[in-house]
């Protein structure tokens, strides 16, 4: 359809071009796990030739820089070009080291939510700890330390805990700092040792 007679190009010579570009159209397609547009598949050819030509004449890869002005292409094009160039890997992909196989491609890379589970981890032994300290204190000093640090709600004061049970203020921050200290000793020990009475 597009072809002009009266241009003097003769058609098989048309017709190869066209050809030839579809081909290489249906290669870049079939090869690659990305749809790329027209203008990014000349782009990247016109890289490769700048690439292979330079290679020839040099005998060594080309810097970023070197590609671009060969190409025309701005270093931030070329960068993105060769990124689409680089080929995906499999996750299932063996990898082997010195002693053979050792595992799949995915098993070695890190999982930054991982990073997270490790965090929660962490903070679960450090809360059962801390329960298994205050299986050291009686049944009033753990209620005030749990109050008072707000370990089963928002803390409380101690003039709060005083009318709950009965007690001055001074009197409950006494009962916490005494609890305090047994939590320090049992801490130090790096053992739970029977409640304390009463």
Do not use: C
Request: hydrophobic fraction near 40%; avoid cysteine; aromatic fraction near 6%.
């Amino acid at each position: 359809e597009r072809y002009d007679p009266e241009l003097g190009v003769p058609f098989w010579g048309y017709a190869a071009w066209w050809v030839r570009q579809a081909m290489q159209q249906l290669i870049a397609e079939l090869t690659r796990p990305l749809v790329l547009s027209d203008r990014a598949l000349r782009h990247l050819s016109q890289l490769k030739r700048a690439h292979g030509q330079y290679v020839a004449e040099h005998g060594r890869e080309p810097t970023g820089n070197e590609l671009a002005g060969r190409t025309g292409l701005s270093h931030a094009q070329v960068g993105e070009m060769l990124a689409l160039e680089r080929v995906p890997q499999s996750m299932e992909e063996p990898v082997s080291g010195a002693e053979g196989q050792i595992g799949a491609f995915g098993d070695l890379l890190v999982d930054p939510l991982a990073a997270d589970a490790y965090e929660e981890l962490l903070d679960h032994a450090e809360i059962e700890q801390i329960r298994a300290l205050l299986g050291n204190l009686n049944e009033r000093e753990r209620t005030i330390l749990r109050a008072r640090y707000g370990l089963d709600g928002p803390e409380q004061s101690l003039r709060d805990l005083g009318e709950r049970f009965g007690l001055s203020a001074e009197r409950v921050r006494q009962i916490e700092q005494r609890a305090l200290g047994k939590l320090r000793a049992a801490g130090t020990r790096g053992v739970a040792s029977e409640p304390a009475s009463e």
